[in-house]
């Protein structure tokens, strides 16, 4: 294992032009999401790529899926390949979407330039760098350990980024991460080279609507304000909730330590008229407001149970409605993902975890996301649970003007998994 070791780390060195042009050429695809631009194409690159090196091709378009249309269709490759000998099969999970760019750019955020060790892009961090890591660690050691056991998989899949239904959910449905087929998933989502991720905290949205009775603005006493309702809703849950929530502490090694308790977002609060159009000039009419929503992304951990997360809000609504007149409420939900952790011991974690410390000379640490990825999917419905975060890049980068990845950090990774190749699908040297 030691030769194979240092020959696996060399090969990876003598990529490093390759891996530099990898990433640019990914960064250059302007796979913008949403509309989820570019997915064909992108999908076609990465198809190209792995083809040349021996893998078998799929192209999966999530026909149907939410976002899905023949504008902007939801485009997905995994690619195949099989070793000499029986043995579990490693996936690499990458999305191949990216967020908007904003503003605030120094860079072009779709030129790939590469300055001082770090190449620039919207999603050189999040997740292109994660994603050609991983292709240049399974060519290195396909070249290395050519009569490995089991199967590699490399996927690019679409929307992580808006939840991952046209992309990691739809192969989940088709069975792609069926445990029968696959054993063991890295997803190189960048969390930094040292740390390996084990899960998520789980997300509840919801909407919350109170009611009113619409008047003339000149005599709110004839009607009945939806807006001071909801404003006693908001009381009530800085009275009592919110403190709830800080004193709710868990045993998940969340990052950051903010995230390390059930936290409550008020994501948005609209009561009364819509707002007015910007190019409109005039000025809006005097009503009393008959409805005021909410909409709420409660974050839990995995102390918690789903029910329990409900029961929570809607405690909230009946302590106001015992304390107001004519209170009445309709609360909805929009959303949830149950949170997922990987035990440490799963072989997924033990392996990366052995291979992090030979690459890096430290043990990793070992995280939570605060907030969820495609991990959620693969959990639930592929049921498949040896399952991990594991890739290059600041996490704080994220969705940032300037994001960039460095390549010294993608090499590092890049040999953590080849290693990570070569313990899972047996060196050559294993009987
Ligand atoms: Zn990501």
């Known amino acids: 294992m030691v030769d194979v070791a240092s020959r696996l780390r060399e090969a990876i060195d003598a990529k490093r032009d390759d891996l530099i042009a990898l990433t640019q050429d ?22 190209n790529r792995l083809k040349t090196h021996g893998f078998e091709i799929e192209m ?49 955020p779709f030129g790939g330039e590469l300055r ?19 292709i240049i660690a399974a060519e290195a050691f396909i070249e290395t350990c050519p009569d490995y056991a089991g199967a590699i998989e490399i996927s690019g899949t679409a929307d992580e980024e808006s939840g991952g239904l046209g992309g990691v959910a739809h192969l989940a449905e088709l069975g792609y991460f069926d445990p029968a087929r696959v054993q063991h998933v890295i997803i190189p989502e960048p ?29 709110p006493f ?30 998940m090694p969340v990052v950051p330590e903010g995230a390390k308790q059930s936290t409550l977002n008020i994501n948005s609060l609209h009561g009364g008229q819509d707002e007015l159009p910007v190019d409109f000039t005039g000025f809006p009419s005097p009503t009393v407001p008959d409805s005021c929503r909410m909409v709420i992304d409660r974050r839990f951990l ?47 974690v033990q392996t990366v975890s052995r291979a992090v410390e030979a690459v890096l000379g430290t043990q990793p640490d070992y995280v939570v ?40 950090d993608m090499i590092d990774s890049a040999k953590v998994m080849a290693l990570s190749l070569a313990d899972l699908l047996g060196s050559h040297e294993r009987p």
């Open 222 to 251: 004839l009607g009945d304000c939806a807006v001071r309702h909801m404003g006693a809703v908001v009381s009530e849950m800085e009275e009592t909730l919110f403190p709830a929530l800080a004193a709710k502490r868990t045993e």
């Open 26 to 47: 990914l960064l250059r695809i302007p796979t913008i999401n949403p509309p989820g631009d570019c997915y064909l194409e992108i999908c076609e690159y990465l198809a």
């Open 302 to 348: 995995l102390e918690e149970n789903i029910d329990d997360v409900q029961r929570e809000i809607g405690d909230v609504l009946e302590a106001v409605q015992a304390k107001r007149e004519n209170f009445s409420y309709e609360l909805k939900e929009m959303h949830r993902v149950i949170p997922t952790m990987t035990d440490r011991n799963a072989p997924v």
């Open 116 to 134: 001082d060790g770090k190449i620039y892009g919207r999603g050189a961090c999040d997740m292109k760098g994660g994603l050609a890591a991983s």
């Open 60 to 108: 999966i378009r999530a026909n149907g899926a939410v976002g899905d249309s023949d504008r902007y269709p939801r485009w997905n490759v995994i690619a195949r390949r099989e070793g000499k000998r029986v043995g579990d099969c490693v996936h690499f999970n990458s999305h191949t979407d990216v967020v908007e760019t904003g503003r605030g750019w120094t860079f072009d």
């Open 369 to 408: 996301s605060p907030g969820t990825y495609d991990q959620k999917h693969i959990a639930r419905i592929g049921r498949l649970h040896n399952c991990i975060a594991y890739g290059p890049g600041i996490l704080d980068l994220a969705h940032k003007p300037d994001e960039y990845i460095g390549v010294d």
């Open 191 to 219: 969390l930094n080279k040292d740390r390996i991720c084990l899960g998520h905290r789980g997300v509840w949205w919801a909407q919350i609507e109170t009611f009113g009775e619409i008047a003339h603005g000149s005599m």
